[in-house]
């Protein structure tokens, strides 16, 4: 039997961007201890839970791929939210990350992929192994990537539209749902407000 899904993206979503000096904007958390969870997620993940859904982080991150820190820090990265989350109550069903890039100069990560969003390989690899039906799933996300990689794999899509990661939003593609927050997507989610 197969059970309907709500993808996650981890950070703007679930985690707090932060301010990248060499750029002025704001992006993933790079080390540990700049990890912080949005208010209400951990709350907001929990009902997703109890409401029958499986719960999976899909989250490209590209920072040792290009060099930019040790993959054991974007481990330890990883590692940060996930306890986060566990003192918040709350543990996903399963974690996919990217960890490639295409145009990365690390020697095993510097590559094209085809789990990097927007493509759908982390999705589309979460749903064979978890017997997920895409087509009564989620994909949440801030970027216009997430929101491609959830077409593309057949899911229904809502845009978390945070200030902080306005620069990674167009109007080119199309949610079918937007809100403010993770909280607020799961409140319309959970009402069936999403869908009609
Ligand atoms: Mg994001
Ligand atoms: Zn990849």
Redesign the pocket.
């Known amino acids: 039997m197969t059970r309907p899904a709500v993808f996650l993206?981890?950070?703007?979503?679930l985690t707090e961007l932060v301010p990248d000096p060499s750029t002025g904007t704001f992006e993933s958390p790079l080390h540990p201890e700049d990890v912080a969870l949005v208010p209400g997620v951990a709350a907001a993940a929990g009902q997703l839970a109890r409401a029958g859904y499986l719960l999976v982080g899909v989250t490209n991150q590209p920072a040792a791929a290009k060099r930019t820190v040790p993959l054991a820090v974007v481990e330890a990265v990883q590692a940060r939210v996930v306890a986060l989350l566990a003192a918040d109550g709350v543990v996903l069903d399963s974690w996919r990350i990217c960890l490639h890039h295409p145009e990365g100069t690390d020697p095993e990560l510097g590559r094209a992929c085809d789990c990097r969003k927007p493509a759908p390989g982390l999705l589309l690899d979460a749903a064979r192994d978890l017997d997920i039906d895409l087509a009564s799933s989620w994909m949440i996300?801030?970027?216009d990537s997430?929101v491609q990689a959830g077409k593309a794999a057949g899911c229904r899509t809502f845009l978390i539209e945070v200030a902080r990661?306005a620069h990674k939003r167009t109007a080119l593609v199309t949610p079918d749902r937007r809100a403010p927050d993770l909280a607020q997507a799961v409140t319309v989610l959970l009402s069936g407000g999403a869908d009609c």
């Open positions: 993206d981890r950070d703007g979503v996300g801030d970027t997430d990661s």
